[in-house]
């Protein structure tokens, strides 16, 4: 590559398509980051490609990437751009799983920037939005390869896109408008909510809202993106709210290998991954902890958590956070804080023969203020256990093979969120 006649050192090649290589590149004199986006001469779609340069030339956004040159030589037209750190959407989504709160920012986020195009005296309609496109940089959206978008005046009517995010007129050579670029929108938030979500279910409220996007009728659609944002807007204001002060929630199980660690380990970091500051205790002497820590993948929101032993605990207990205590097997020992504890949740087997145990910890677990039981692991709990419990709040534990893969199971994310909500955590 001679872009550039030297001001610029390949780092690394990002990617190679058909028509077109990327390179991360470093400019030698300022010492700072590009992209540089190579388009072969010989490409049917060089000019079209070209365009790129020259729309976003003009654009002046934030969160939209600066176009520095243009540059060629015999094989390729070069445009050398501002270079976003971070990852895409799609790369954070298949690393951990999103919040609400951040999905509704970042579908702001890029509504915002949709609606900047449109609001552009030659109107740009962008044609593309989908993960791979969209870049995550300290919690803000960028977006990024303008290769689809097109101004309202282009007389190319050629129209590119991503078929699982793309509008019906987009993939059956229709009329292309604003309304294109709604339903991409549309599409995202439904991937984000199916693909990254923490939350257990997708409330009616958004659902009408995703359909109403991806209406196939152009005329059904949400008219604007003003209108779209404003919609959006409204449900962030009916989201569940969190408890301010840090919890205490003990967890014991009735006999040796009910999964009370590994439950345990999977509340904490679903609390971590929603944004609460959470530590895990062990509050016991099984060393279970260390057996489970191999599973968790660094990329997992558990990377973050903090855990701390027994000891640690009771020469310095954590402030400011919500403790998950680990009390391994409940017994007629326990110390007074697992009582005292905000939530006291205790493990169950679901075999016939483990109903027994049901009726010793019910007896064991009395002076709790607040408790409840998982019976693990379960798709329906046995009657013989049903009786034991005789009334009392229970809910089935799915089978949970690696808590690397756990939180994507929407059974799983359902039991975590309602432990959440008799908590007091997550107030509804």
């Known amino acids: 590559m001679t872009a550039g006649s030297g001001k610029y050192r390949i780092v690394s090649q990002i990617c190679e398509h058909h028509d077109t290589t990327v390179w991360l590149a470093m400019h030698t004199a300022l010492n700072v980051k590009r992209i540089i986006k190579g388009i072969k001469k010989t490409s049917p779609y ?28 015999d094989d390729y037209t070069y445009i050398i751009e501002q270079y976003i750190t971070g990852e ?26 949709i609606n900047y195009l449109h609001s552009l005296p030659d109107e740009i309609f962008y044609l593309d939005i989908k993960p791979e496109n969209i870049i995550i940089s300290d919690n803000d959206c960028f977006l990024i390869d303008f290769g689809s978008a097109y ?38 938030l439904e991937y984000m909510l199916i693909n990254g979500s923490l939350s257990p279910k997708t409330s009616k409220a958004v659902q009408k809202l995703i359909g109403q996007c991806t209406e196939k009728t152009i005329w059904h659609r949400i008219g604007s993106i003003e209108g779209l944002i404003a919609r959006i807007k409204e ?8 408890s301010i002060k840090p919890i205490r929630i003990a967890f014991a199980g009735a006999a040796e290998n009910t999964g009370t660690t590994l439950i345990s380990l999977l509340f904490s970091e679903y609390l971590t991954s929603i944004g609460r500051k959470c530590t895990y205790v062990e509050s016991n002497d099984s060393g279970a902890w260390y057996s489970l820590s191999g599973l968790t993948s660094e990329d997992q929101a558990l990377a973050g958590l903090e855990t701390v032993s027994r000891k640690s605990y009771e020469n310095d207990p954590p402030k400011d956070k919500d403790l ?9 020992e326990m110390p007074q804080d697992f009582y005292s504890s905000d939530l006291v ?26 408790r ?21 709040k229970y809910l089935a534990f799915p089978y949970v093979a690696c808590t690397e893969i756990s939180l994507r199971s929407t059974e799983v994310k359902a039991i975590l969120h309602e432990i959440a909500v008799c908590a007091g955590i997550i107030i509804e």
Not at 53 to 60: E, G, I, Q, R, S
Not at 324 to 332: F, P, R, T, V
């Open 88 to 113: 895409s959407l799609r790369s954070l989504c298949e690393k951990r799983l999103l919040s609400e709160k951040e999905i509704f920012h970042f579908i702001i986020q890029i509504s915002n920037i």
């Open 324 to 332: 998950i205590l680990d009390y391994g097997c409940i017994s007629k």
């Open 46 to 73: 060089h000019d079209r490609l070209i365009k790129e340069a020259h729309l976003l030339k003009n654009l002046k956004h934030p969160f939209i990437p600066e176009i520095y040159d243009l540059e060629e030589d």
């Open 345 to 370: 949740c205790i493990t169950l087997g679901n075999r016939c023969w483990e109903a027994g145990e049901a009726v010793r910890v019910r007896a064991l677990s009395r002076r709790c203020g607040k």
């Open 235 to 242: 449900l962030q204001k009916r989201q569940s709210s969190f």
């Open 372 to 392: 409840i039981f998982l019976v693990n692991p379960v798709t329906k709990v046995s009657s013989f256990l049903a009786s034991a419990l005789d009334g009392e």
């Open 151 to 188: 101004p309202k005046s282009f007389r190319d009517k050629t129209v590119f896109g991503t078929k699982s995010f793309a509008s019906p007129e987009q993939l059956h050579g229709g009329k292309i408008s604003k309304s294109s670029d709604i339903y991409s929108i549309g599409k995202l």
